[in-house]
């Protein structure tokens, strides 16, 4: 039986002009040859998970490598990424402010991006000052990739059409709602790692990753032992945009994300809202 999802997809992609043959047949190879990337910093790389068509679990030194490597293929319908995506000119996120409100006590895990003027100041001292005094040492250090994201997707726009912001804490609160550990710990880790059991191939080579690199990492890894969690973050990024069949970027194209209430604003440079995607409830 065929996706209804993916037959809107292809139909709103080719006008509504599409054969019924050239359709069924579309639809037969979209259903056995679809991909979904999740991207996280890992403190010196991206870590990249794919699944659907193929299952991977790799590392990329840029955003642009992601691209080149993995997200410009054909079989890869869309790429969640835990980084910004779309700065206001003035104020804060209204997505953050909502993602922030919803994992009550986590919510220090969701970073209050300033204003892109502030993202885009060189020296910390004048960053702080910007924003009124105060300005953390995560948020600080995050902003070079977050301006590496943004400049490439200025630049690329075919990568725009296929690329979102998510937050993993969102995304593993919404498939299993009592997350008890923190994701720095073993048992954050196992729990974390047992939401990917719904898709058994995802999981099975997560879980490789992580049994290989959980007591030693040999100095040539990529991934350290400190760096696990963010690669179960590129996972439920992978499994959220499986989840909810995410296409590219269209007035058709209707998903789940934060703000819910708020108007998201807009960025003018990118032409989107910012927002955070994340999973409709099992």
Known sequence: MMSSSLEEVWRSESGGSIKPRTLKRALYFS????????????????????????????????????????????????????????????????????????????????????????????????AREMNGGSLGSQSWWLFPRIREVDVFLQEYEDALTKMYESHPEICFRRFVHDIEYAKDTVAGREER??????????????????????????WHERISKGRLDDVLDAAVLALTAKRIELGRRSESNEYPALPEEDDPGEDEKLGISPEILYPRAL
């Open 193 to 218: 790692l047992e939401v990917l059991r719904t898709d058994s191939d995802l999981h099975k080579e997560v879980e490789a990753v992580v049994d290989q690199r959980k007591d030693r990492v040999e």
């Open 31 to 126: 259903f056995r040859m679809v991909s979904y990337l999740g991207v996280d910093w890992a403190g010196g790389c991206w870590a990249v998970v794919k699944t659907g068509n193929e299952t991977l679990v790799t590392t990329e030194p840029s955003i642009l490598n992601v691209w080149h490597e993995h997200g410009q293929d054909d079989d890869v319908r869309s790429i969640l990424v835990d980084i910004p995506i779309g700065l206001p000119e003035d104020g804060v996120r209204a997505c953050d402010e909502e993602a922030s409100e919803r994992l009550k006590s986590q919510g220090n895990t969701v970073f209050s991006i300033p204003r892109k003027a502030i993202v885009e100041t060189e020296q910390y001292g004048d």
